[in-house]
């Protein structure tokens, strides 16, 4: 079993770190854009949609 596991991992991590990168890089891009333009449509849609990622049990 741990064979298979170790066969696996790296690819298991190297798309874990990729996702994780641009998961970062938008969200960052997202949050300095609403930043920059507060309380404008933009700001509002995404504020909402992190406040309904946020209350999602996981």
Same mark, same amino acid.
């Given at each position: 079993? %741990?064979?298979?596991?170790?066969?696996?991992?790296?690819?298991?991590?190297?798309?874990m770190l990729t996702c994780e990168i641009v998961i970062i890089l938008? %969200?960052?891009a997202i949050g300095?854009?609403?930043?920059?333009?507060?309380y404008s449509l933009f700001d509002h849609v995404f504020t909402g949609l992190s406040f309904?990622?946020?209350s999602m049990p996981i």
């Amino acid at each position: 079993m %741990s064979e298979i596991i170790a066969e696996r991992l790296p690819n298991t991590l190297l798309l874990m770190l990729t996702c994780e990168i641009v998961i970062i890089l938008f %969200s960052l891009a997202i949050g300095m854009y609403s930043a920059i333009r507060q309380y404008s449509l933009f700001d509002h849609v995404f504020t909402g949609l992190s406040f309904i990622g946020y209350s999602m049990p996981i």
